[in-house]
Each structure stands twice: as C-alpha cells, then as structure tokens.
C-alpha cells in the first residue's frame, strides 16, 4: 500500500505560484501513473493533472500552459508547479495513483488530506 503526503499549499495571490509536493512511503510508485485532483468548495473534485511512469503529462484544459506535473521517482515525489494562478483555482489538492480504465484516468487506492490552496483576488 502506498502512503502520500501532499504539501507545499498556501496562500497566494493571483498571479503567484506555488509549488506542491507529493511524497509516497511503503511502496515504489514509479512504475504507476500519478494524478493531482482539486476539489473547491461545492464542487466535485476533478482530475487537473496526470503523470504517467514514463512521465508524459496531460492537463485539463483550465490550467493548460500554467501547471507543470514532474516526478522524480529516485525521490519518489511528485510535483505540481503551478503559475499564474487564479483565483478559481482554489481548492484543496490532492495526489494520488491513477490508473486508465478506457475512457480516462480513475484514482487508485485511498484519498490523503490534500493541501490547501488558496488565491486572492
């Protein structure tokens, strides 16, 4: 079983950048594919960037060409640099395993408690 703790959250203002980092324990995760959700309030959480082990990325089209997914899998750590941020992409974020089941990338295994992200207007 792999275990993930998301960080790097914060406040920020529009325009800012932020950084957050997912660290997995108890199992290599390099052979497996990793996604960063969001969930804002009153909405459901939505798949926003996905890695697959041979780290080739894929974006939902809101943060295309202002986030940027990486893996170091020596570190077994995922990133997600984000820039330019807005204020509609606040919500808390989460990593976790991904998986293609045919028509998309569906989470594997077990939520974290994600990290907070904020942007002010």
């Known amino acids: 079983q792999v275990q993930l703790v998301e960080s790097g959250g914060g406040l920020v203002q529009a325009g800012g950048s932020l950084r957050l980092s997912c660290a997995a324990s108890g199992r290599t995760f390099s052979s497996y594919g990793m996604g960063w959700f969001r969930q804002a309030p009153g909405k459901e959480r939505e798949l926003v960037a996905q890695i697959t082990s041979r780290s080739i990325t894929t974006y939902v089209d809101s943060v295309k060409g202002r986030f940027t997914c990486s893996r170091d899998n020596a570190a077994n750590t995922v990133y997600l640099q984000m820039n330019n941020l807005k204020p509609e992409d606040t919500a808390v974020y989460y990593c976790?395993?991904?998986?293609?089941?045919?028509?998309?990338?569906?989470?594997?295994?077990?939520w974290g408690q994600g990290t907070q992200v904020t942007v002010s207007s």
């Open positions: 976790i395993l991904v998986a293609w089941v045919g028509s998309g990338w569906a989470p594997v295994g077990s």
